[in-house]
């Protein structure tokens, strides 16, 4: 059984650009979900994709968007990076969404510098 | 909106002592609430979860119990090691309209095991 797995590890943009961070949820799972991860702090909640469909989402604004893919994969895009934007973006997937009684299981994350 | 406490925000302790975290939530309406574990850097690992309808989960030295009417966990390890050293994130789900939310993270307890 494979794990969640991120890529790349380490990214460093310029303010202004665009950037795209992929994620592969671990076998079995169809839900997953992207978090912000900023130095001393706890996780925050992106949004999170069922069925290739958006289905949640926390305050983030609109440049912050996403795909989930038939095989479950993910993408997480952000356009427009802002200095603010240097963090450790975190994948989640989990077995189902409505239920919600499964836990997650975490990738390794993408720690993005925005110079 | 959900807030997630945790306390202490960081601590010390010799080797083989018994330790207690403390989680609070604001909004007993969760399915569930998940101990995480992360080292500096790395991503997330899951320790427990516990359903709402749960009292407490055991793994090994961990413990963790959930009084969801008082919004309150706790994690207690026992005979603390070096190996212990590490964030330790509390994070509940909540649900709103017809399914369930992403997580809410607390800032994490910093835990330092001194050999």
């Known amino acids: 059984e494979t794990g969640v797995t991120q890529s790349p590890t380490h990214l460093i943009k310029t303010r202004g650009q665009q950037v795209t961070l992929r994620c592969s949820s671990q076998s079995g799972h169809n839900t997953v979900s992207w978090y912000q991860q900023a130095l001393g702090q706890g996780p925050q909640f992106i949004f999170q994709?069922?069925?290739?469909?958006?289905?949640g989402r926390g305050n983030f604004p609109p440049r912050f968007s996403g795909l989930q893919f038939p095989n479950y994969s993910s993408e997480l895009n952000v356009n427009a990076l802002e200095l603010d934007d240097s963090a450790l973006y975190l994948c989640?997937?989990?077995?189902?969404?409505?239920?919600?009684?499964?836990?997650?299981?975490f990738g390794s994350g993408t720690r993005l510098t925005v110079v | 909106k959900q807030e997630v406490t945790q306390i202490p925000a960081a601590l010390s302790v010799p080797e083989g002592e018994n330790l207690v975290l403390n989680c609070s939530f604001t909004?007993?309406?969760?399915?569930?609430l998940q101990w995480f574990r992360q080292d500096p850097g790395k991503g997330l690992t899951s320790l427990l979860l516990?359903?709402?309808?749960?009292r407490e989960q055991t793994s090994g030295r961990l413990n963790a119990s959930l009084d969801k009417s008082s919004g309150r966990s706790t994690l207690y390890i026992a005979a603390s090691q070096p190996g212990d050293s590490a964030t330790y994130l509390c994070a509940v789900r909540g649900y709103s309209g017809g399914g369930a939310d992403g997580l809410t993270f607390g800032k994490g307890t910093h835990l330092i095991i001194q050999p």
């Open positions: 989640a997937s989990s077995l189902a969404f409505r239920t919600g009684g499964y836990g997650y299981t």
């Open positions: 994709y069922y069925r290739e469909e958006e289905n």
């Open positions: 909004d007993s309406a969760i399915y569930n």
């Open positions: 516990i359903q709402s309808s749960q």
